[in-house]
C-alpha cells in the first residue's frame, strides 16, 4: 500500500480551485458568474470538489495500449490499425460520406465518415499514414471501419487502458479524461481507516483509484467490468462504510432529540385507543397488534421515534396508523397523516372518519381534511380547526404542509407511500412541530411514523435503512381470499371481455388498468379512454363502465370512485390512480392491459385492488405479442414473478435483482443515490464489514469517520434526516 500522505485538507469540501486548464474543475462561485461551458459541463455532473473528479470513475476501457494487424482482426472486434492510405472520395449516396481506404500491409479496410471536416479530409489523404481505431465490419464492399477515431501515426502509445467516462453533451471525453486526471492528481487520498480496522490485504485508496482510472493493459477486463478486483472492492468498502457512518450519525443525532413523550392509559376504558379497539367490528391480527405495541413503545420515549411500518398489500396498515394516532390524542396531542394522492388519502380519511369521528365528537374534537382542491371557505374552516387544536387528527396530501397550516400541538406525523414524497416534503411536515411550540419554547420534534405497501427486502434495510426502526405486517386479516393470477396475449382480448360478463352476472365489479389516458403516437398502447368506449359497446346499455384518470377534476374523481364503492359503477377502467387505498370489497377481476410496460411493486400494488372481499378473485395480465410489441427479459421475469407468487415480500426481493434498489429509495436522497458503486445484492460481505466497523470508527476516530462521510457523500448525507 502506498505510504499514508498528510491529513486531507479542508479544500477537499470547499470551493474547488480555478480552472487553470480545460481539465481543472469547476471555478467557484454559482453558476452563470463567469464559468466557462466546460466548468457549467462539470458542475452538471456533480463534479466540484477534487474529491467528486478522483470518485468519478469510468463506465468501461478502451484499449489502445498495442497495434493489431487487420489480417488478425475478427469481424465486430474493435481494433487499432496504422497504416497508409491509398484511396480517398466523397461521396453521394443516401448522405454525404467520405470514404478512405486503409493499408496496413496485412490487409485493407475501408474507414467511413458521415460526419467530417476539410481538415479531416486533408488528414486522410492518399499517402498519408495514420492510426485509426474501431470496429471492423464484414460487408459487400469489403471490411470497414464507421466513423473511427483517427490520429497521427507515430506517437507513443498509452502504458494503460483508456477511461471512457459518462458524460453530456458539450462535453468531450478528451476535456473530462483532463478534468479527471487534474481533479485526481489534486486530491486528498490519505489512508483514513486505521489498521486495525482495514480488511486484511486490501488495497490503498489512493492506490485503488488510480487504478482504476488508469488500468494496466495487462489485467483481466472481466474483474474489472464485474467490479471483482481487488481494486473495485477497496472502492465498494469505502462507499458503504461512508453510507453506514452517516446513516449512524444521523440515528445518533436523533437520539439526542427530544419529542414529545405520549404516555396515556390506553388500557383505560375512557382512552380513545380502548373505545376504538372495543367499536371495531373485527379483532387486529397477531402482526397489527405486535406493531401497535413497537409504536407504543417508541412514543412513550423521549426521544423521536423514527419508524417504518411496512406490510403487504391488505395487511391493515391503515388500522395500525389509526391506534398510533389514538395514542397521541389520549396524550393530549396532535397527529398528523400526509397520503401522496387525493384518492389515497380520502380512502384513508373515509376509513378514519369512521372509526375516530364519533368517538372525538364527544371530546369537541374532530378528524380534519385538507387537499389543494378544497375551495377557500372549507379549507379556511379547517386551517381553523387545525390552528385551535380542534382538530385532533389532520388527513390530506401536500396541502398539509402549507404556509398556512399551522398546528397548535402536533406530536405524530404519519407518512403514506413515504417513498413517493420528496426529501424536502417529509422534513417540511416535521417542520410543523417546530412551528407549534407554544411560546417560543425549544420546539420538539415529531415522532415520525412511515408506511410502506412495498415490503423492503432484508439487505436494502440493512443497506438504506440501517437509521429506521421497523414493523412488519406479515400476516393477512381473515377472510382474504387468494388471487389467481393469469397471463394472457393481448390476441385473446375477447376471451378476458368474455370472462368480464360472467363475473358481472354473478354480481361481481371489475377493475381495468391502462397505462395512458390518451392517444399516443409515440408509444402504441391503448388508451384509458378508447378502452372505456371499447368495453361499454362490448358490455351493453345494462353495465355502466366508468373512467378515472389523473387529469381528471378532484370532484369528477371522487365521484366515479364514490359511484364504484356503492356498485352503480360495474366497470372501472382506470389509469394507475387506483394502484393505493382504493378498497372495494366486491371487485373480484383486476385486469392490468400492456403489463410488460409496469414495475413489478406496481403489478403487485394493482393485483392487491381485488381479493378485498370474500368472493373467489384473479388478476390477468394482458401482455403484448408481435414484433412490435416483443416482451424483453426484464418484463418477462416481472410477469413470471407476479404468476408464481403472491408473497410481498419475494415479490420485493425481485424486484430489488430486476431493478435494483431505485424502486425502494424513491426521493430518499432526494434523486442521488447514496451508493454509486457497490450493489447490495453481490456486496453483502462488504455490507457487513462496513456495518461492522461503522460503529467503532465512530466512536474510535470521529475525526476519520467525519471525513469519511464528506469524503463520499458531502451535503447529501443530509437528507438522511428525512
Not at 480552472?19 to 466548468?39: D, F, K, L, N, R
Not at 445518533?252 to 383505560?268: G, S
Not at 399516443?520 to 355502466?544: F, H, I, K, P, W
Request: glycine share 8%.
Amino acid at each position: 500500500m502506498p505510504a499514508r500522505q498528510k491529513a486531507e485538507k479542508p479544500a477537499d469540501t470547499s470551493k474547488p480551485k480555478a480552472a487553470g486548464t480545460a481539465g481543472a474543475s469547476a471555478a467557484s462561485g454559482a453558476p452563470g458568474s463567469g464559468e466557462s461551458a466546460t466548468q457549467r459541463a462539470l458542475r452538471k455532473l456533480g463534479l466540484v470538489r477534487d474529491i467528486d473528479f478522483a470518485l468519478y470513475l469510468p463506465m468501461r476501457y478502451e484499449d489502445e495500449t498495442r497495434l493489431q494487424q487487420l489480417a488478425h482482426a475478427r469481424d465486430g472486434e474493435t481494433v487499432q490499425v496504422e497504416g497508409v492510405i491509398v484511396d480517398q472520395e466523397v461521396v453521394y449516396r443516401a448522405r454525404r460520406q467520405l470514404l478512405a481506404t486503409l493499408d496496413d500491409g496485412t490487409d485493407t479496410v475501408q474507414l467511413r465518415f458521415f460526419n467530417f471536416y476539410p481538415s479531416q479530409q486533408k488528414q486522410l489523404a492518399p499517402g498519408a499514414r495514420v492510426r485509426v481505431r474501431g470496429e471492423v465490419r464484414g460487408g459487400f464492399v469489403g471490411r470497414t471501419m464507421m466513423q473511427p477515431v483517427v490520429k497521427a501515426a507515430g506517437t507513443p502509445l498509452p502504458l494503460a487502458l483508456t477511461p471512457v467516462y459518462s458524460t453530456i453533451a458539450g462535453l468531450a471525453q478528451p476535456v473530462l479524461r483532463r478534468a479527471v486526471q487534474a481533479g485526481l492528481a489534486r486530491a486528498s487520498l490519505d489512508e483514513l481507516l486505521p489498521d486495525a480496522l482495514r480488511p486484511h490485504g486490501a488495497w490503498g485508496l489512493r492506490e485503488a483509484l488510480r487504478f482504476l482510472h488508469h488500468p494496466a493493459p495487462d489485467v483481466a477486463m472481466a474483474a474489472l467490468e464485474d467490479r471483482s478486483h481487488p481494486a473495485w472492492q477497496r472502492v465498494k468498502a469505502d462507499e458503504l462504510l461512508a453510507q453506514q457512518l452517516s446513516q449512524l450519525q444521523a440515528r445518533r443525532a436523533r437520539e439526542a432529540q427530544r419529542a414529545p413523550v405520549l404516555r396515556a392509559d390506553a388500557a383505560a376504558p375512557e382512552s380513545l385507543h380502548a373505545r376504538l379497539l372495543a367499536a371495531l367490528p373485527f379483532s387486529p391480527t397477531g402482526a397489527q397488534a405486535r406493531a401497535d405495541a413497537e409504536i407504543a413503545a417508541d412514543l412513550a420515549r423521549v426521544r423521536p421515534m423514527h419508524r417504518l411500518l411496512q406490510g403487504d398489500v391488505g395487511s391493515g396498515k391503515t388500522l395500525v396508523a389509526a391506534l398510533a394516532a389514538a395514542r397521541c390524542i389520549d396524550a393530549g396531542f396532535q397527529c398528523a397523516l400526509m397520503a401522496p394522492t387525493e384518492i389515497l388519502a380520502s380512502q384513508h380519511f373515509g376509513k378514519l372518519v369512521g372509526w375516530l369521528d364519533p368517538l372525538l365528537a364527544a371530546q369537541g374534537r374532530r378528524v380534519a381534511w385538507l387537499t389543494g382542491s378544497q375551495k377557500k371557505k372549507e379549507r379556511d374552516a379547517m386551517t381553523a380547526a387545525v390552528e385551535s387544536g380542534e382538530a385532533a387528527l389532520v388527513i390530506g396530501t401536500h396541502a398539509v404542509i402549507s404556509e398556512k397550516v399551522r398546528f397548535a400541538r402536533l406530536a405524530l406525523a404519519i407518512v403514506d407511500e413515504q417513498h413517493r414524497f420528496g426529501v424536502a416534503q417529509r422534513l417540511a411536515l416535521r417542520g410543523k412541530a417546530a412551528e407549534a411550540a407554544p411560546g417560543g419554547a425549544q420546539p420538539l420534534e415529531p415522532h415520525l411514523l412511515m408506511m410502506s405497501a412495498t415490503p423492503i427486502p432484508r439487505t436494502l434495510a440493512m443497506g438504506y435503512y440501517a437509521d429506521l426502526d421497523v414493523s412488519t405486517l406479515d400476516e393477512l386479516p381473515p377472510g382474504r381470499t387468494p388471487i389467481v393470477t393469469k397471463l394472457v396475449a393481448e390476441h385473446r382480448r375477447d376471451e378476458v371481455i368474455d370472462r368480464i360478463q360472467g363475473q358481472l352476472a354473478q354480481g361481481r365489479q371489475v377493475y381495468w388498468v391502462c397505462p395512458l389516458i390518451e392517444e399516443s403516437e409515440a408509444v402504441d398502447l391503448r388508451n384509458a379512454t378508447a378502452t372505456r368506449d371499447e368495453l361499454a359497446e362490448a358490455l351493453g346499455e345494462a353495465v355502466r363502465v366508468g373512467l378515472l384518470h389523473s387529469r381528471m377534476p378532484t370532484a369528477e374523481k371522487q365521484a366515479v370512485m364514490a359511484d364504484f364503492s356503492a356498485g352503480t359503477l360495474q366497470v372501472l377502467v382506470s389509469t394507475t390512480v387506483i394502484e393505493v387505498g382504493v378498497d372495494v370489497p366486491n371487485a373480484s377481476l383486476m385486469v392490468i392491459e400492456h403489463a410488460e410496460r409496469f414495475g413489478l411493486s406496481q403489478l403487485h400494488q394493482l393485483r392487491g385492488r381485488v381479493g378485498r372481499g370474500a368472493a373467489a378473485s384473479a388478476c390477468v395480465l394482458l401482455y403484448a405479442t408481435g414484433d412490435s410489441g416483443r416482451v424483453g427479459e426484464a418484463a418477462r421475469a416481472r410477469l413470471r414473478a407476479m404468476v408464481e407468487t403472491a408473497d410481498g415480500f419475494e415479490i420485493a426481493r425481485r424486484d430489488l435483482e430486476i431493478r435494483g434498489p431505485g424502486e425502494f429509495l424513491g426521493a430518499r436522497q432526494s434523486g442521488a443515490p447514496l451508493l454509486r458503486f457497490a450493489d447490495l445484492s453481490s456486496d453483502a460481505h462488504l455490507l457487513a464489514w462496513a456495518r461492522d466497523v461503522a460503529p467503532q470508527l465512530l466512536d474510535r476516530y470521529p475525526e476519520a469517520a467525519q471525513r469519511q462521510v464528506d469524503r463520499w457523500l458531502g451535503t447529501r448525507a443530509e437528507y438522511l434526516k428525512a
